[in-house]
């Protein structure tokens, strides 16, 4: 099961934030090139995907900000989570299983955290809500980017000097 720990992680926050997800992706290819996904356009489209991550964090606090469970948001949601998955499943772990790992997390992330938000979202205590649930998308956004740093480094042939 520790194979699929970042495809249910990378699942999760896409339930949480969508383009998080996304921003975390493109900073994980730079770091170590996994299943379809290819090191990313350089340094502007890793801040281009970051910059978006962060305008739906502002934009999740909108009195007009849609529910995350409306059927084209909360697709987009399991796509990301599945196909975020499928790419970071372990060396050894079969990529369906991390798809089906990212599936479920996208859904646990997407229930959860509107769980979490309770329903008055426009209300004060809704915006202090929303700004947690940056707060733990930005934490375990951190937390998958560092990690797939550290499993690159672990895995990188080591040269010895003669």
């Known amino acids: ?20 997800a996304c921003a975390a992706l493109a900073w994980i290819a730079t770091h170590e090139p996994r299943r379809g996904l290819g090191r990313p356009a350089g340094a502007a489209a890793r801040g281009l ?14 009195p007009f900000a849609p529910d995350r469970r409306i059927p ?29 790992a990212g599936l479920a997390g996208a859904v646990s992330g997407t229930l959860l955290g509107r769980a979490a938000r309770g329903p008055g979202a426009p ?28 499993r690159q480094r672990r895995s990188a ?3 010895r000097m003669s």
């Open 72 to 100: 084209p948001s909360f697709a987009l949601r399991l796509a990301l989570g599945a196909v975020g998955g499928w790419m970071l499943a372990g060396r050894r772990a079969s990529p369906e299983i991390g798809a089906l």
């Open 1 to 20: 099961m520790r194979q699929y720990g970042a495809s249910f992680g990378i699942g999760f926050l896409a339930g949480l934030r969508s383009l998080s």
């Open 123 to 150: 209300a004060p205590s809704g915006f202090a809500r929303g700004l947690a649930e940056d707060a733990v998308a930005a934490g375990l956004a951190v937390v998958l980017v560092t990690s797939a740093h550290a």
């Open 49 to 62: 995907a970051t910059t978006a991550a962060l305008a739906e964090m502002a934009g999740d606090k909108m």
């Open 157 to 159: 042939p080591r040269h």
